[in-house]
């Protein structure tokens, strides 16, 4: 048997389980386990700037391809504490990471010993598992435990605290007979799924909402066939966009309070059977339980059984892995077809597709300062269906979801549930990172873009490139949208003049001498005609340079975005003039049709 020092044994385990790639921040009490990092090889490490940004990362990692976990690295105290945030951002939207922390001496914790911290009390409302790991000789049962968790049922983070005389024990460990364990996830029965289908088979006008268990599962393929077997729209969530795309004949749009198409939300409300498939129902896309759920019966398929009826009852639950039940629904489907025993859905999909064609959102303006919807008309036209787009929160986000286009599942990377303001700089990186000859573009607002700016030195550090379209208001604007309803503007202006750069006026931060000065590449844009050839210009910079380059759109300071003040998707502000003629909304999917 080997004998092996229990970080080496670890090392060791991450890369039998598929990783090769980490990213981190050395310290004292993790320095063993980079030791073994470095004395084993075969993981390549990104040094972040803020232990934060490498847990968003490591998540932009994971979300990036099926299979993938993203794992980052921290040394004891607030290094753990830092990456809470990212734990929380990971469980939130269901996404694995592990989160590698060292620890104090195990004599020492209980005695406030330097930077030594209960992390795994504080990490364990937003994890699978966190643990102390207090004998050298559990080290290896306790890595494999957390890839067998984070990979079963309902994936999410796992942290792991080691000790440093844990780290540095030597214990018997043999690598080359390592064995993963298996993975478990419920499977739906075909009683059950005959039940299902034949509910969707009794409705008039049925729906699918695909969420984001459809993306994990990786089961879009699955997804697309069994909505083109049966002629059913389907209503994919902020966090299932791109299982199909959006261009196909059954895409009805997205439907919710903010992150909505207004064509989504209005077929969504002449449906009458909503089948869900790996959806959290999460409040922002239902809104008033009682206007979502009137007059329609709900099945709801999820990978967690106590996700069934967290947020209200449905007619049916099926506790089962989205691609088991597709995989299930496609196979009865198919032999329903053979037999004739599927409804023509026809009429009802076309009407979905003839509300897309005539109730649009204008994008097409052509004033200065730059109103926002048109930097999304013109990314559409510059960032073609490969684009992986990587958001978080704020006005930026809903417009996007509200205006541009996306194809392919993973193919918009965002963070859902928990919506951290810095996210999006770091998970781009961790994008990048994990497919490299891709088109990746980030989409922030000044604010966002702000929290952890810092992390762009890692691009050019590491070159990693990517294209960052940074649309700044000066404003904390969904806040200052949310305030009113309280009818105040306080605390959410970030206007000064900048006594280093007056051309900018009241817009504050220079971030193009930012960007610069941390190694990156940077293109202010005031004209929205200026829009499309700073895009042309920022790929080919990025391909250059092989660094982030970062194109600041100067907006108009206040422009309010649709979403419903009322709680309630059947009654959304269009704050904005809406599209009355082609020319308003010329890269909307359909054409419009007046």
Known sequence: MARMTAARAAVEILKREGVDVAFGVPGAAINPFYAALKESGGISHTLARHVEGASHMAEGYTRTRPGNIGVCVGTSGPAGTDMITGLYSASGDSIPILCVTGQAPTAVIHKEDFQAVDIASIARPVTKMAVTVLEAAQVPGVFQQ??????????????????????????????????????????????????????????????????????????????????????????????????????????????????????????????????????????????????????????????????????????????????????????????????????????????????????????????VPIKPQRVYEEMNKAFGPETRYVTTIGLSQIAGAQLLHVYRPRHWINCGQAGPLGWTVPAALGVAKADPEAQVVALSGDYDFQFMIEELAVGAQHRIPYVHVLVNNAYLGLIRQAQRAFAIDFQVNLEFENINTPELGVYGVDHVKVAEGLGCRAIRVTDPGELGPAFEQAKKLAAEHRVPVIVEAILERVTDIAMSTTNDISDVTEFEPVATEPGHAPTAVRPLRV
Do not use: C
């Open 146 to 367: 957390a890839f067998h968790l984070m990979r079963s049922g309902r994936p999410g983070p796992v942290l792991i605290d080691l000790p440093i005389d844990v780290q540095l024990t030597e214990i018997e460990f043999d690598p080359d007979t390592y064995e993963p364990l298996p993975v478990y996830k419920p499977a739906a029965t075909r009683a059950q799924i005959e039940k299902a289908l034949g509910m969707l088979n009794a409705a008039e006008r049925p729906l699918i909402v695909a969420g984001g268990g459809v993306v994990n599962a990786d089961a879009a393929d699955l997804l697309v066939r069994f909505a083109e077997l049966t002629g059913t729209p389907v209503v994919p969530t902020l966090m299932g966009w791109g299982v199909l795309p959006d261009d196909h004949e059954l895409n009805a749009g997205m439907v919710g309070l903010q992150t909505a198409h207004r064509y989504g939300n209005a077929t969504f409300l002449e449906s009458d059977f909503v089948l869900g498939i790996g959806n959290r129902w999460a409040n922002r896309h239902t809104g008033r339980l009682d206007v979502y759920t009137a007059g329609r019966t709900f099945v709801h398929i999820d990978v967690e059984p106590t996700q069934i009826g967290r947020i209200f009852a449905p007619d049916y639950g099926i506790a089962s892995d989205a691609r088991a039940a597709l995989g299930l629904l496609v196979e009865v489907a198919e032999e329903m077809r053979a037999a004739g025993r599927l409804p023509d859905r026809s009429a009802w999909a076309a009407s979905a597709q003839e509300r897309r064609a005539t109730m649009q959102r204008r994008t097409h303006f052509d004033d």
